[in-house]
């Protein structure tokens, strides 16, 4: 099939950007569309232009890395798909595709479609973590989680890191990542620990990313590969005012 | 400890304070729809309920309700302001193409619907609770009072309010303005409660079906007073 790309293209974190359009042919329907922007960066290269820069690793929808809006919709029009996932025969010959860099003011693009998700790391280092007893590795079972509690938990550990929902959120809102992992430590008793002040200690770090607002669009829900639920958003709401009125931050 | 200040200006903090005053606005606003009603069941009730309102705990409780109404709104409204404001800013590039999927026109357009409300509210209390603007219609005035059953003498509100909606003008813009209501508290009720981390998984489906339907029965509600007077029905 023959696609016309509308595609960001951005030499620096400074430069001024534009949507450029290029025209692919004899795209394959096997192919993953990041596979597709593979075929058109070589074409760039034999004619001597710079390739278009995008993020990548695992290409199997594991590790979070890719990611750009496509046709408007954060890893394109899939339900919980990454972009390195989706492949071509979701589109047609002839289609016109729009393709944006995430778009945040903590997401600053770097290059083309690449983002900086420093932020999110900076989130997790206030409290995406647990303490542990090092030493010897405990018996497996000494502590008791009920089934209920462990699916929960790992429903939100599922989340990898991709930025999807910041990109689909009006609000350029961070709150369904940060509420994952809240959710996901939260949920199990070894997240005891830190519980009464991880909530407070990671919003107020996404505030000061310059992340937006939550106000329940719930288009991060939509768009998260992996299908994290916004039950998590007011979980941590509740989280966050039990901790300003009883934590010990 | 962070300070207080701090955890305040926190954007969950202040989705918490929308979402409680908004709730006991919902409710304020149940409270008058109530009162409203009572147009239906002749002059007498509608007049003698507000003398009530007036003069309740001597002229207290009304003054009461009044500052606390008041504050609900100034913090709903700074707030709203500040929150929107910091979203806007968070992305200071938009996109060329946007595909919503969940998100509604009503959750969209919180902000505008929300300011909208604001000057609706602004003229409504200048219409009949200040008798600044369609004075000719103010039950204050001299002439127009009414003799209770129980012989007191009080404002006309009746006669007000039916006066006042016999003009199609009046009548169009309140209900406009209710419709501006409904828009805002479609996706406000629900919101509040996520916002006030409901999770009961047997709680949120029905919170999202009920949100909806009490914003319309609000908006409806409101509306059937001047649409009522304005096809002659009341009198
Ligand atoms: C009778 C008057 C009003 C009532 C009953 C009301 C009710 C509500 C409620 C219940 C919410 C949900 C809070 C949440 O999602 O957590 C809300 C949100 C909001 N309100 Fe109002 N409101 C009123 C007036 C206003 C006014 C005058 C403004 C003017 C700026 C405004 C602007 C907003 C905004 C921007 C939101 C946030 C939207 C969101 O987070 O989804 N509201 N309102
Ligand atoms: S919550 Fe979903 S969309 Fe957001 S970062 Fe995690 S996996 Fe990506
Ligand atoms: S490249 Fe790893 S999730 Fe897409």
Not at chain 1, 164 to 189: E, I, Q, Y
Not at chain 2, 182 to 196: E, K, P, V, Y
Request: some cysteine; hydrophobic content about 45%.
């Amino acid at each position: 099939m023959n696609l016309r790309l509308h595609i960001w293209r951005q030499s620096g974190p400074d430069a001024q950007g534009m949507l450029k359009t290029y025209d692919v042919q004899n795209v394959s329907e096997h192919m993953s569309f990041l596979e597709m922007l593979d075929v058109l960066n070589e074409d760039l290269l034999t004619k001597g232009e710079i390739p278009v820069a995008f993020d990548h690793d695992c290409r199997e929808g594991i590790c979070g890395t890719c990611g750009m809006v496509i046709n408007g919709r954060p890893h394109g029009p899939l339900v919980r798909t990454t972009a390195c996932q989706l492949h071509m025969r979701t589109f047609k010959d002839g289609d016109e595709i729009y393709i944006e860099p995430w778009r945040a003011r903590a997401f600053p693009v770097m290059r083309d479609l690449i983002v900086d998700r420093g932020s999110f790391d900076r989130i997790i280092q206030k409290g995406g973590f647990v303490s542990v007893n090092t030493g010897n590795a405990q018996d497996g079972n000494a502590i008791p989680i009920s089934k209920k509690d462990a699916d929960r938990a790992m429903d939100a550990a599922a989340c990898i890191g991709c930025g999807a929902c910041v990109a689909a959120c009006p609000n350029s809102s961070a709150m369904l990542f940060t509420a994952a992992k809240v959710g996901h430590l939260g949920s199990l008793p070894q997240g005891q620990t830190e519980r009464s002040t991880r909530a407070m200690n990671m919003v107020l770090q996404m505030d000061a990313e310059g992340f937006g607002a939550c106000t329940n669009h719930y288009e991060c829900e939509a768009a998260c590969p992996k299908g994290i639920s916004a039950e998590f958003i007011a979980q941590m709401n509740k989280d966050f005012v039990a901790s300003a009125f009883g934590g010990r931050d | 400890m962070k300070a207080f200040g701090e955890i305040w200006r926190s954007n969950i903090f202040q989705k918490w304070l929308m979402a409680l005053t908004g709730l006991l606005l919902v409710g304020f606003l149940l409270g008058h729809l109530s009162g409203n009603l009572l147009v239906f069941l002749g002059k007498e009730d509608i007049n003698s309920y507000a003398h009530g309102l007036r003069t309740m705990g001597h002229g207290m409780v009304i003054w009461i309700v009044r500052l606390g109404l008041l504050s609900m709104f100034v913090l709903h409204v700074t707030a709203a302001i500040t929150l929107s404001r910091r979203n806007r800013a968070a992305r200071p590039q938009s996109y060329a193409k946007v595909t919503p999927r969940k998100s509604t026109v009503a959750s969209r357009t919180m902000l505008y619907s929300g300011l909208l409300l604001l000057s609706y509210v602004l003229y409504h209390l200048a219409h009949f609770t200040w008798g600044a603007v369609h004075a000719g219609n103010y039950a204050g005035q001299i002439g127009w009072e009414y003799t209770l059953a129980d012989g007191t003498l009080v404002p006309d509100v009746y006669r007000m309010v039916v006066a006042s909606f016999q003009v199609p003008l009046i009548a169009v813009l309140y209900v406009l303005s209710m419709v501006m209501v409904g828009l805002h508290l479609n996706h406000a009720i629900a919101s509040a409660f996520q916002t006030m981390g409901v999770t009961n998984q047997r709680l949120v489906p029905l919170i999202r079906r009920i949100g909806p339907a009490l914003s319309f029965i609000v908006a409806a509600g409101f509306s059937a007073v001047p649409l009522a007077i304005l096809a002659g029905v009341v009198k």
